[in-house]
Nanobody, 111 residues
């Protein structure tokens, strides 16, 4: 059974930073592309960033220049560093690998 676990969410003020993590049992994160998605209240789940097996990254236009996705294969963990956060970044953040989803971690940007 594959298990993805997101962590690191919380409350942060506008302009602040937060790093969320996606950890997995086994090697699923190191042998698959991994993507971060987010879902705001009342909204649809949308892609935020992805990283290929070889480390190629892609970002949604809304987060380009502010968010950075990275992976540590030795730790079976993928990170999403979020800087210059805005209230519109408030959402539950999920990671996905090979069709598996984690339970999500809440990120709230508010003063």
């Amino acid at each position: 059974q594959v298990q993805l676990v997101e962590s690191g969410g919380g409350l942060v003020q506008p302009g602040g930073s937060l790093r969320v993590s996606c950890a997995a049992s086994g090697s699923i994160l190191s042998v698959n592309a991994v993507a971060w998605y987010r879902q705001a209240p009342g909204g649809q789940r949308e892609p935020v960033a992805s990283i290929s097996i070889r480390g190629r990254t892609n970002y949604a236009d809304a987060v380009k220049g502010r968010f950075t996705i990275s992976r540590d294969n030795a730790k079976n963990t993928v990170y999403l560093q979020m800087n210059s956060l805005k209230p519109e970044d408030t959402a539950v953040y999920y990671c996905n690998a090979a069709g598996w989803w984690g339970q999500g971690t809440q990120v709230t940007v508010s003063s």
